[in-house]
């Protein structure tokens, strides 16, 4: 298993190979390193302290000194700032400034901000005298989810680096390196928009597997509309009915994707189901439904009860399925 659950992934990014190059040439003062995702983010800036200490020609072995002691926390020049991503304030950002000027022993100092985004204006603008003029040997790296909240100053003064979305197939096989099933891997790469960190969450929750299967289940179900008394009470008292609607869009989707061309979904474990609902759907009705379950979710938001936002999300399916029958 790898020291990171995402080195695999990690290594393989273009922000990662930007680093990388930016390092042979010389690494700047200040990156702001852009994801919503902020496990990702996390395991970035483990991956570039180990590839700029790494006795290993800079290649986040894992397993030379230098790359245990960033493992470990334990190199004197790497610094983590606000870890457990609380607010930072201008008080957090003098802490920090003043050891940057002290000369570091390896010639080379980085300060990780965690959720850099967090600063206030005051912290911000404590911080963009350094990272207008940072002391040689310098760099600092910014974490940042929400790119609105960082000063223009701010962004102008570091290179911005975007850490992609990853493909359900890179995903998936990083779930399965994980030691996830294929099941839960699947349902995780299929519902995490792309985000690791947010797929192994799902990964490791039993209930959001019980989410999917339940949301399939009661496509699978709903034939008439003396159904819809027995299924709507079991999904308004979901934990997350948003989760389940996320999961009927994703099977929706599938549906239309199996009817299309018979192509890559997302919920290859539950292909054989998929493929009977394509059978009793037309894709008018399905993007019909794709559009009744955003109302649905907007009917919540803004507090209509659920059991009757249930109610008519299941009464409006069975309609268009009538309504717009498969030829
Ligand atoms: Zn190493």
Redesign the pocket.
């Known amino acids: 298993m790898s020291a990171l659950a995402f080195e695999t992934a990690l290594k393989g990014t273009q922000a990662y190979k930007f680093i990388l190059s930016d390092l042979k040439m010389g690494l700047g003062h200040a990156y702001a390193v852009i994801s919503s995702d902020d496990d990702i983010v996390d395991e970035f800036f483990t991956l570039i302290a180990?590839s700029v200490?790494?006795?290993?020609d800079n290649?986040?072995?894992?397993?030379?000194a230098?790359?245990r002691k960033i493992l470990h926390g334990n190199n004197a020049d790497v610094f983590h700032i606000n870890e457990n991503r609380d607010k930072i304030k201008v008080d957090d950002v003098s802490k920090m400034l003043s050891s940057v000027y002290i000369k570091s022993l390896s010639g080379r100092k980085l300060y990780f901000i965690h959720r850099a985004d967090l600063m206030n204006v005051q912290a911000q603008n404590k911080l963009l005298k350094t990272l207008e003029e940072p002391p040689e040997g310098v760099t600092i790296f910014l974490g940042v989810a929400n790119e609105s909240a960082m000063l223009d100053t701010i962004k102008s003064r570091s290179r911005s680096i975007h850490l992609d979305l990853f493909d359900e197939e890179t995903i998936y096989k990083t779930m399965l390196s994980l030691g996830y099933d294929e099941n839960m891997s699947t349902v995780a790469a299929a519902c995490c928009e792309g985000m690791l960190g947010k797929a192994r969450k799902i990964a490791a929750s039993p209930e959001y597997a019980a989410t999917f299967n339940s949301a399939l289940e009661t496509l699978v179900s709903l034939g008439r509309s003396s159904d819809i008394v027995r299924l709507d009470g079991m999904i308004a008292n979901q934990k997350n009915i948003g989760e389940f609607l996320d999961a009927l869009s994703i099977i929706i989707r599938d549906i239309l994707v199996v009817q299309k061309d018979g192509g890559m979904i997302l919920s290859k474990h539950a292909y054989g189901k998929i493929a009977s609902l394509a059978e009793s759907y037309s894709p008018l009705a399905l993007a019909k439904i794709l559009g009744i379950i955003n109302d649905t979710r907007r009917q919540l938001s803004l507090n209509v009860n659920a059991l009757s936002a249930v109610d008519n999300l299941l009464f409006s399916i069975l309609e268009v399925r009538h309504k717009c029958p498969k030829s």
């Open positions: 180990a200490y790494c006795e290993n290649s986040a072995c894992f397993t030379c230098e790359c």
